[in-house]
């Protein structure tokens, strides 16, 4: 089956400071990555999808300045939290999805972030 | 605009017995893909089941199946013979073929199988 994962599985910074997340398609290549965020007890909100080698397309009310997307090749994209403040504390998930793989979107593990 | 509503945020059901979790939805789009999620405490998305629109049959997967009525928008997901291990919350999502192919997810629906 196909495989994706993400690293760190879950990261504890301080308030003011960059988290960088990695989504990694390991045995296919994922030419659209999607990025979602959850909260406690929500359901899982699309922050941004990235296409390989162009740049990300972000939900409305998602700040592309806070939440750097990066996906530089067919089996890596980086989430790239940037001046960390304690409401950016959530879950990411990353999901990927293979041009010959048809629909299915193949889900990581998950980020869990805390900012303190 | 595409839409997922799981009216249920949570759901009892004995061991063994078969249970059936809401979903209805929304979209313009002439085709789409639903879908279903496991998600257990770990926090992993755990794929169960697929439905195209266009599929003539109900989708199976095992003791998994999908209710799928096409004029009523909704796509409910049956489980049969629960086990205590399906205790976990369960997504509905959907796929539009316009607007990037993005995935939406309704609410979940939180099950508890008791013993």
């Known amino acids: 089956g196909a495989v994706v994962s993400q690293h760190p599985s879950w990261v504890i910074c301080k308030s003011g400071t960059s988290v960088k997340i990695e989504c990694r398609s390991l045995?296919?290549?994922?030419?659209?990555m999607f990025w979602y965020r959850q909260f406690p007890k929500q359901s899982l909100m699309l922050m941004a999808t990235?296409?390989?080698?162009?740049?990300?397309?972000?939900e409305q009310g998602v700040e592309k300045d806070k939440f750097l997307i990066n996906h530089a090749s067919l089996t890596l994209s980086t989430l790239t939290v940037t001046s960390a403040h304690p409401e950016d504390s959530s879950f990411y998930i990353c999901?990927?999805?293979?041009?010959?793989?048809?629909?299915?979107?193949?889900f990581g593990p998950g980020t869990r972030l805390t900012v303190l | 605009a595409q839409k997922i509503t799981q009216t249920q945020p949570g759901m009892f059901v004995q061991e063994k017995e078969a249970v059936t979790l809401d979903c209805t939805y929304d979209?313009?789009?002439?085709?789409?893909?639903l879908f279903w999620y496991k998600q257990p405490s770990s926090g992993e998305m755990i794929f169960l089941i697929y439905?195209?629109?266009?599929?003539?049959q109900n989708a199976t997967e095992g003791r998994y199946s999908l209710n799928f009525q096409k004029a009523r928008k909704s796509a409910n997901l049956v489980i049969s013979a629960s086990q205590l291990g399906d205790s976990a919350m369960y997504f509905c999502?959907?796929?539009?073929?316009?607007?990037?192919?993005?995935?939406?997810f309704g609410a979940g629906t939180r099950l508890f199988v008791k013993a």
């Open positions: 999901s990927a999805k293979s041009g010959s793989r048809g629909d299915e979107q193949f």
């Open positions: 045995d296919f290549q994922a030419t659209t």
């Open positions: 990235s296409n390989e080698g162009s740049k990300a397309t972000y």
């Open positions: 979209t313009s789009d002439p085709s789409y893909g």
């Open positions: 439905q195209g629109s266009y599929d003539q």
């Open positions: 999502a959907m796929r539009g073929n316009t607007g990037g192919f993005k995935t939406i």
